[in-house]
DNA sequence: GATGCCAGCTTGTATGAACAAGTGGCCCTC
DNA sequence: GAGGGCCACTTGTTCATACAAGCTGGCATC
């Protein structure tokens, strides 16, 4: 399926260790075993199981075959990045609604996340999402100035902002950069996801970005506890997630 | 510093791109130049530079010319794994209390995720910890039965756990797993951390591995809110965050 | 039977070469 | 001036090889 050599290795592997072809905790054949069962050199094979190692699938260090850590797929960028393709492939009938859409001068913050001039102007949106029919996030975003036109045409019961534009402005994200910590809901939370006012909610704050570094977005997510996990798989070789200190701490 | 080559390149181009001498959003050199400066071969700095990119301090893509994307260096895996490891590189005073060590048998969940038989003896620990004199965190840990003496031989006032077992009993983490979330304060956590019952909490609980892949705790963090925040940085090449239905959901 | 050592296996690091694929800027044309 | 096409440059992929470093299991020893 994926088009170079070593993707197409590394699929074959994970299907192998999904199947239970590979056990949980067994060990992996040898690189030059797979090498020579792949008709491929052992750099391509090392590239293959690298993929693995990062996707926290199996375990490596020097000297001792490679470990079986999990069998299930670590989900993609795109899914972790638009909550549309995270739903749709959880199988969860996802349907969202945009409450507000205005233009505004942006505050010190947002310029600063964008990348942007203070006081140049922004896309504001308010976003009430749905599972099942049920409210679980509210979203509020700041659109920078050179992507708000593709996001004032769309309908207001757009699925997938991020879709949309990338179908149809070519605007594609690429990198993405994650803050999440814990909040107490405030009075707009508390009415528009039917919970008490005060009640934890999870927030996960986003700044998207384009193949070219340009900031597309910075956004303010906030589920209704409960109805989201988020998942992070680390090792001593790769650490992605970081911890830092809040207001409450350095103040 | 970095005992190997790539890394040692690795190291200089953080502390460049960390200087400012290749600014925020400029682009790198490319991989010729940086071989031909380092006396390196092509393949070398690409090690160098795949490092980087996947602690999300440059961006990459082909036929453009890297792009520096963020300045910061990211932490260790050993810091987000230990509380106290990350609490000293912030230069924040952590100091620990266990107020409850038992053992008793495990429950069906601890089991499944200790890859314990179920019914057979964990070690309980209930902590409270402070930064700068304040109570941020309450953590509730199950060992697995092979290190439970090691942990039971520690005085009630031992800052790192994790560091202490690693140094005594050479169970040293290699690999972790992290559940991400937000719930609301139960009475025990509201009279340890000082806060109101039902205000929000973060909870962070994880799994911590030896490089074999046996599992060594599973541990229950519960973060007073505004205390911490975690930070994901993720790109269509790798996606180490996942984001999970919770039970109000999948219900 | 327990302990320690060693040889062979396995992963990590490094080099050099070659071709494929995508980008960006230059130049030419309309 | 706008647009399109071309080309040099850059990153991505793959190969073959060599040596370093760490682990495992079996053998010899005590």
């Given at each position: 399926?994926?088009?170079?050599?070593?993707?197409?290795?590394?699929?074959?592997?994970?299907?192998?260790?999904?199947?239970?072809?590979h056990?949980?905790?067994?060990?992996?054949?040898s690189?030059?075993?797979?090498?020579?069962?792949?008709?491929a050199?052992?750099?391509?094979?090392?590239?293959?199981v690298?993929?693995?190692?990062?996707?926290?699938?199996?375990?490596?260090?020097?000297?001792?075959r490679?470990?079986?850590?999990?069998?299930?797929?670590?989900?993609?960028?795109q899914?972790?990045?638009?909550?549309?393709?995270?739903?749709?492939?959880?199988?969860?009938?996802?349907?969202?609604?945009?409450?507000?859409?205005?233009?505004?001068?942006?505050?010190?913050?947002?310029?600063?996340?964008?990348?942007?001039?203070?006081?140049?102007?922004?896309?504001?949106v308010?976003?009430?999402?749905?599972?099942d029919?049920?409210?679980?996030?509210?979203?509020?975003?700041?659109?920078?100035?050179?992507?708000a036109p593709?996001?004032?045409?769309?309908?207001?019961d757009?699925?997938?902002?991020?879709?949309?534009?990338?179908?149809?402005?070519?605007v594609?994200?690429?990198?993405?950069?994650?803050?999440?910590?814990?909040?107490?809901?405030?009075?707009?939370?508390?009415r528009?996801?039917?919970?008490?006012?005060?009640?934890?909610?999870?927030?996960?704050?986003?700044?998207t970005?384009?193949?070219?570094?340009?900031?597309?977005?910075?956004?303010?997510?906030?589920?209704?506890?409960?109805?989201?996990?988020?998942?992070?798989?680390?090792?001593a070789?790769?650490?992605?997630?970081?911890?830092?200190?809040?207001?409450?701490?350095?103040?």
């Open positions: 399926m994926g088009r170079s050599r070593y993707e197409e290795i590394a699929e074959a592997l994970r299907q192998a260790i999904r199947s239970g072809a056990p949980l905790g067994s060990r992996l054949p690189e030059s075993d797979l090498a020579a069962r792949w008709g050199s052992r750099g391509t094979v090392r590239q293959a690298a993929l693995l190692v990062s996707e926290g699938l199996i375990g490596s260090r020097q000297g001792a490679r470990v079986v850590l999990r069998q299930e797929r670590r989900q993609s960028f899914q972790l990045n638009s909550f549309a393709q995270w739903a749709r492939a959880m199988g969860c009938e996802v349907s969202s609604r945009i409450l507000e859409r205005t233009v505004r001068p942006a505050t010190d913050e947002e310029a600063a996340r964008l990348d942007a001039e203070p006081g140049g102007e922004v896309l504001y308010l976003r009430l999402r749905h599972l029919g049920e409210p679980v996030m509210v979203e509020r975003t700041v659109y920078a100035e050179w992507v593709a996001v004032l045409a769309l309908p207001e757009c699925v997938s902002i991020m879709d949309s534009i990338a179908e149809r402005a070519d594609v994200a690429h990198y993405g950069e994650h803050l999440i910590d814990a909040v107490a809901a405030g009075s707009e939370d508390a528009l996801l039917r919970v008490r006012r005060a009640s934890p909610l999870l927030r996960q704050r986003h700044l970005y384009t193949a070219a570094g340009r900031a597309i977005e910075w956004t303010d997510d906030r589920y209704r506890a409960g109805s989201v996990v988020f998942n992070v798989m680390n090792s070789a790769a650490a992605p997630l970081e911890r830092h200190a809040g207001p409450d701490v350095t103040g």
